[in-house]
C-alpha cells in the first residue's frame, strides 16, 4: 500500500530526539561493546566532575561494576556533587538536549546528551528502567530523594516508576543501571584506562573503582586544589558564522542590531561597528529580526578583512604545569617527568586555545606489550581523555609528524614513553559528535607539536646524562678491575715488584661520579 | 744470545715499558704497528710486503683499549712461560688457557688478533713466541738431513711421502744435504710422479709437494734452504691465476702477513710454470678461464707483485687465449714426459 508523502512527513517531524538517538546510538558513540561502556563512564564521570566544581565541591566518585553475566553488566556510579533537585531527575537522564544552551564557555560536556543517552543505552539493552538516588540542599534542608524511571522516547522524556524519600548523608547523585552488549576490557580503550587518564588530567579528584573481578582500586587525589570555574567569554567575531548571527538575532532582547554586536561579541567597539557600516553600507540602526541571511553573510565576510584584537583568554582555564606533574607522577610513577602549557593562541581566527603538553619516562610510563614497553599517547579536550579514532586526531598526526630520533627516541612506538597533550578551548573542533578526535586545524598542529618539542628537548637531556652516567659507571668498574690485573702481569713479565699504582689508577679513573640528574628548568 | 733469549728480553721490556710509565706516574701506552691495509705498503727493494710507519696505541688510559692492553700482557706471560719451558701451543690451545685469566676473550678470532698485535709490536712470529699453527707444511723428497730435537733425519729416508715439514721448523737444523736446488709442486700428485720420476736423482732437487697454498711453515723451510743452504727455489704449479699466486705469496709474501714478512718471503724464488706460455709452446690439453679467474687475473695484472714485464706479459697472454692448464696435463705426453721433457726444458731456460 502506498503512503502519502504529508504521511510520510508526518512521521518525520514526529521523531523525537530520543528516537532519534534511539535508532542511531553510534551517534553518541555506541558502537561496539568495549566502546559503549567507555562512553558510558565518559558521560558519567564527566558530568560528575563538571558539576562537582561547579559548585566548589572537591569531587569524589565511586563506581562499583558488576557482571551478572557474560556481557550482562551492573553499574552504580556515586558522586558527591550538589546532587539534582527532584523536579530535574527525569530532565537529566531521561531528556535529550535538556542541557543544551548557546554557550561559549569551557566545559567537559557540552551536548546534554550524556546521561540520558547512558540510559537510553540501558534501556535498550536490558529494557530495566534506571534507579538514581540524589541528595541535595534546599535552603539549609538536606533533602534525598530515590527514583525508578524509564524513559520515554515517544515524548523524550521520562516515566517514573517509582519515587520514595530517603536519608541521605551528604548530597550527591547515585545512578544505578543494566547493561547488556557492553564489554568489560583492561585495553587501551577500556573503561579502566579512561578512568586512570582522567585522573592524570583531574589529579584534585578521587576516583574508587571496583572493577568485575572485585578488585578495589583506589586512585587518591595528587592535589587538593579545585580548578578555577571557567568563565564565559563572548564569541570573538571571527569565530562566527552568518548562522550564528542569525540565531543571536532570533534570541536576543536588544532593540539594535548594533547593540547585539556589541553586546554578543567580544572585541567590537562602536567604533568597529562604524566601520562595519562604512564598509558594507548596511544600516545597522535596524531591529535584529530584520537581518536578513545576505547581510549576515556580508559582516561576516566583513570581519574576516578587519584586524580584531585576539580573543580574551580568560575563559580558558588549563590544567597547569604543575598539577599535570602531579598527575602524571602519582600514575605513572616515572623516573623522568617534563611538562609545560603553552599561552593561548587562536584557530580559525577567532578561536582561542591552549596547548598542554607532557611526557614522562621510565617507571610506568607506557604501555606494556608483551614483554616491551611501548610508547603511550594520551589524548585529551579539556581534560577528557580522548580514547578513541586516535588515527584522525590532530594530536596523533602533530606527534607523529616529530622527528623523535633527534630527541633520542629511536622509535616512538617502541620507547617507555608516555606523551600527554591536552587541548583547553572553548570551542574544540571535534571531528565527529563521538567526540573523540580533534580537528587537524594548522594551529593547533603547530602548537602541540611546538609543545611536546619542548618537553621532549628536556627528556632527551635527562636521557642522555642518564647514558652517559651509566657509561661513566661501566667506564670506572672497567678501570678499576683492569688496571691492577695489566700492571701485576706486566711485573710478573718484567720479573720485578708491582709498583705503586694508585696515581695511575686515580688518573684514569678521575671523572666524577653519576648522582643523579635534576631536571633544569 | 740466541733466538730465544731474544724472545724472552723483548717480552720482559714491554712488561718493563708499563711498569716505567707507572713509575713516572704516567699512563701506560703500547704502540702496536697498525695492520690496515692502509699501512701495507709493497718494498720495491725488498720485494716483498711490509708495514708502514703508522702506529696504533693501547692505552691505559682508554676504556676500550685498556682490555686489549690486558690481553697482551697475558698473553705475553703465556709465551713467556712456553718459551722458558720449551713448549709451544696453538692459538688454540691458548684461547682455552685464557678462560683462567682475569680478562676474557670474546672468541677465538679476538685472541688470535691479540697473538698478531704482540707479533708486530715485538717483530716477532708467532712461531718465535712458541704459539705454533695447526697445520703441517708441505712434503720434502730429497737428500738433505736434519735435526729435529734429537731425531735425526733424511728426507729421501722418511717413506715415498717423504719428511713433513713441522710447524716448529725454525727449531730444526740443517745438517747436511747432497742437492742443487729445490723445486716446489702445487700438488701431491706432481710431487708422487716425481719422486716415481726420480726427479731428485735427475736434477739434483729437494721435491716440496705444497698441497695448495704454501703453509707458513713451509714458507719457513723455503727461505731457510734459499739464504741458509743458498739453494735456488722453483715452484711449478697449475697454470691459471691461482697457481701464480701461490707461487707469488712465497716468492713475496702476503699482504696479510705483512708484519712478518721479512721472515716468510723468498724474493729469490722463481716461478717455473705452468705459464701461459707453456700452454701454447706444449699445446697443453686445457679449461677455459671462468669468469672468476678472469676476475682475478685482472686483480693480480694491478697487484705490485706482478709488476715486472714477464708475469704481465703471461697475464695478458693468458687472458687473450682464454684458457687454463693443470700440472698434470703434460700426462698427455705420457706420465714421464714432465720429469723426461718439460721440467729439464724448463730449467735450462731459468738457469
Given at each position: 500500500m502506498e503512503r502519502e508523502a504529508a504521511e510520510l512527513f508526518e512521521e518525520f517531524k514526529e521523531l523525537t530526539a530520543s528516537e532519534f538517538f534511539r535508532r542511531n546510538k553510534q551517534m553518541l558513540g555506541f558502537s561496539g561493546k568495549i566502546r559503549s561502556l567507555t562512553i558510558v563512564f565518559h558521560e558519567l564521570i564527566t558530568n560528575s566532575l563538571d558539576a562537582a566544581e561547579e559548585a566548589g565541591i572537591l569531587p569524589e566518585i565511586k563506581i562499583d561494576l558488576k557482571r551478572l553475566e557474560k556481557d550482562h553488566y551492573i553499574l552504580k556510579h556515586q558522586d558527591n556533587g550538589p546532587g539534582i533537585p527532584e523536579h530535574y531527575i527525569t530532565r537529566v537522564?531521561?531528556?535529550?538536549?535538556?542541557?543544551?544552551?548557546?554557550r561559549n564557555i569551557q566545559s567537559r560536556?557540552?551536548?546534554?546528551l550524556g546521561c540520558s543517552g547512558c540510559v537510553l543505552l540501558s534501556q535498550m539493552t536490558t529494557g530495566k528502567p534506571a534507579k538514581v538516588v540524589s541528595g541535595w540542599y534546599e535552603g539549609e534542608k538536606l533533602k534525598g530523594v530515590e527514583m525508578v524511571f524509564k524513559m520515554d522516547v515517544k515524548t523524550n522524556q521520562g516515566l517514573i516508576l517509582s519515587r520514595k524519600e530517603v536519608e541521605v548523608d551528604s548530597t550527591g547523585v547515585k545512578v544505578e543501571l543494566h547493561f547488556k552488549d557492553v564489554s568489560y576490557s583492561l585495553?587501551?580503550?577500556g573503561a579502566y584506562e579512561y578512568i586512570r587518564r582522567t585522573m592524570i588530567a583531574n589529579p584534585h579528584c578521587k576516583i574508587t573503582f571496583r572493577d568485575p573481578t572485585g578488585h578495589k582500586y583506589i586512585f587518591d587525589r595528587a592535589d587538593k586544589g579545585i580548578p578555577p570555574l571557567p568563565k564565559e567569554v563572548l564569541p570573538h567575531p571571527k569565530g562566527v558564522t552568518a548562522d550564528d548571527l542569525i540565531f543571536m538575532a532570533k534570541h536576543t532582547?536588544?532593540?539594535?542590531f548594533r547593540s547585539l554586536l556589541t553586546s554578543n561579541?567580544?572585541?567590537?567597539s562602536t567604533k568597529r561597528v562604524k566601520e562595519i557600516e562604512e564598509i558594507?553600507?548596511?544600516?545597522?540602526?535596524?531591529?535584529?529580526?530584520?537581518?536578513k541571511w545576505e547581510e549576515a553573510e556580508t559582516i561576516v565576510e566583513t570581519f574576516a578583512k578587519m584586524d580584531f584584537m585576539a580573543?580574551?583568554?580568560?575563559g580558558l582555564i588549563p590544567i597547569g604545569k604543575e598539577q599535570i606533574d602531579k598527575g602524571m607522577r602519582e600514575i605513572l610513577t616515572p623516573e623522568f617527568i617534563s611538562s609545560i602549557t603553552r599561552k593561548p593562541k587562536t584557530f580559525r581566527g577567532g578561536i582561542s586555545f591552549v596547548v598542554e603538553a607532557g611526557i614522562s619516562y621510565g617507571?610506568?610510563?607506557?604501555?606494556?606489550v608483551g614483554e616491551q614497553r611501548k610508547a603511550e599517547i594520551m589524548r585529551f579536550a579539556n581534560r577528557v581523555p580522548?580514547?578513541?579514532?586516535?588515527?584522525?586526531?590532530a594530536i596523533t598526526e602533530a606527534l607523529k609528524s616529530i622527528d623523535w630520533k633527534r630527541y633520542g627516541v629511536r622509535d616512538l612506538d617502541n620507547a617507555p614513553i608516555t606523551v600527554f597533550v591536552n587541548i583547553v578551548s572553548?570551542?574544540?573542533?571535534?571531528?565527529?559528535?563521538?567526540?573523540?578526535s580533534v580537528a587537524p586545524e594548522p594551529e593547533i598542529l603547530h602548537e602541540v607539536r611546538q609543545a611536546t618539542m619542548k618537553v621532549a628537548r628536556k627528556m632527551q637531556k635527562y636521557i642522555r646524562a642518564k647514558r652517559a652516567a651509566k657509561e661513566e659507571a661501566l667506564r670506572s668498574k672497567v678501570f678499576e678491575s683492569l688496571v691492577p690485573v695489566i700492571i701485576r702481569e706486566a711485573a710478573l713479565l718484567a720479573e720485578q715488584d708491582v709498583p705503586e699504582y694508585d696515581a695511575v689508577l686515580a688518573k684514569v679513573t678521575r671523572r666524577t661520579k653519576y648522582e643523579g640528574v635534576v631536571e633544569d628548568e | 744470545m740466541n733466538k730465544k733469549d731474544i724472545t724472552v728480553n723483548k717480552l720482559k721490556s714491554l712488561g718493563e715499558t708499563i711498569l716505567e710509565d707507572v713509575g713516572k706516574n704516567k699512563v701506560p701506552t703500547i704502540k702496536v704497528p697498525s695492520r690496515g691495509t692502509s699501512n701495507i705498503v709493497y718494498d720495491e727493494k725488498k720485494r716483498y710486503y711490509v708495514l708502514g710507519d703508522r702506529y696504533g696505541k693501547r692505552s691505559l688510559g682508554n676504556v676500550k683499549q685498556i682490555s686489549k692492553m690486558a690481553q697482551m700482557v697475558y698473553v705475553a706471560n703465556f709465551c713467556k712461560d712456553l718459551i722458558r719451558r720449551g713448549k709451544t701451543a696453538t692459538l688454540r690451545e691458548m684461547y682455552y688457557v685464557s678462560?683462567?685469566?682475569d680478562v676474557d676473550f670474546g672468541d677465538q678470532q679476538e685472541s688470535n688478533i691479540v697473538g698478531e698485535d704482540l707479533e708486530v709490536t715485538l717483530g716477532m712470529t708467532r712461531e718465535d713466541l712458541g704459539?705454533?699453527?695447526?697445520e703441517d707444511g708441505a712434503s720434502v723428497y730429497g737428500n738433505i738431513v736434519i735435526q729435529d730435537d734429537d731425531v735425526e733425519i733424511n728426507a729421501l729416508k722418511?717413506?715415498?711421502?717423504g719428511y713433513t715439514i713441522s710447524?716448529?721448523?725454525?727449531?730444526?737444523?740443517?745438517?747436511d744435504h747432497d742437492v742443487k736446488r729445490v723445486i716446489a709442486v702445487e700438488t701431491m700428485g706432481m710431487f708422487h710422479r716425481m719422486v716415481q720420476e726420480e726427479a731428485y736423482k735427475k736434477f739434483d732437487t729437494l721435491i716440496v709437494g705444497l698441497k695448495g697454498q704454501a703453509a707458513r711453515a713451509t714458507r719457513r723451510f723455503l727461505k731457510r734452504v734459499n739464504e741458509e743452504l743458498n739453494l735456488p727455489v722453483y715452484i711449478c704449479n697449475d697454470g691459471d691465476p691461482w697457481g701464480f699466486h701461490i707461487a707469488m705469496v712465497i716468492i713475496s709474501g702476503s699482504a696479510k702477513l705483512a708484519h712478518v714478512n721479512h721472515q716468510?718471503?723468498?724474493?729469490n724464488a722463481k716461478f717455473l710454470g705452468v705459464t701461459a706460455s707453456d700452454i701454447i709452446n706444449y699445446d697443453l690439453p686445457t679449461d677455459p678461464l671462468k669468469d672468476i679467474d678472469v676476475l682475478r687475473l685482472k686483480e693480480l695484472s694491478k697487484d705490485p707483485r706482478y709488476r715486472d714485464d714477464a708475469w704481465q706479459m703471461e697475464i695478458k697472454k693468458m687472458l687473450k687465449i682464454g684458457k687454463k692448464a693443470e700440472?698434470?696435463?703434460?700426462?698427455?705426453?705420457?706420465?714421464?714426459y714432465v720429469v723426461d721433457t718439460y721440467l729439464p726444458e724448463k730449467l735450462e731456460q731459468m738457469e
Open positions: 537522564f531521561s531528556t535529550m538536549f535538556a542541557g543544551s544552551k548557546f560536556g557540552q551536548q546534554g585495553s587501551e580503550q532582547d536588544k532593540r539594535r561579541l567580544s572585541r567590537m558594507t553600507g548596511i544600516d545597522l540602526n535596524k531591529r535584529p529580526k530584520d537581518m580573543p580574551p583568554t580568560s617507571g610506568d610510563s607506557g604501555r606494556m580522548l580514547t578513541f579514532d586516535q588515527g584522525s586526531c572553548t570551542n574544540v573542533p571535534y571531528l565527529s559528535t563521538g567526540k573523540q | 678462560e683462567g685469566w704459539l705454533m699453527p695447526e722418511s717413506g715415498k711421502s710447524p716448529t721448523i725454525d727449531e730444526v737444523e740443517f745438517v716468510l718471503a723468498t724474493p700440472q698434470q696435463s703434460f700426462s698427455k705426453y705420457g706420465l714421464e
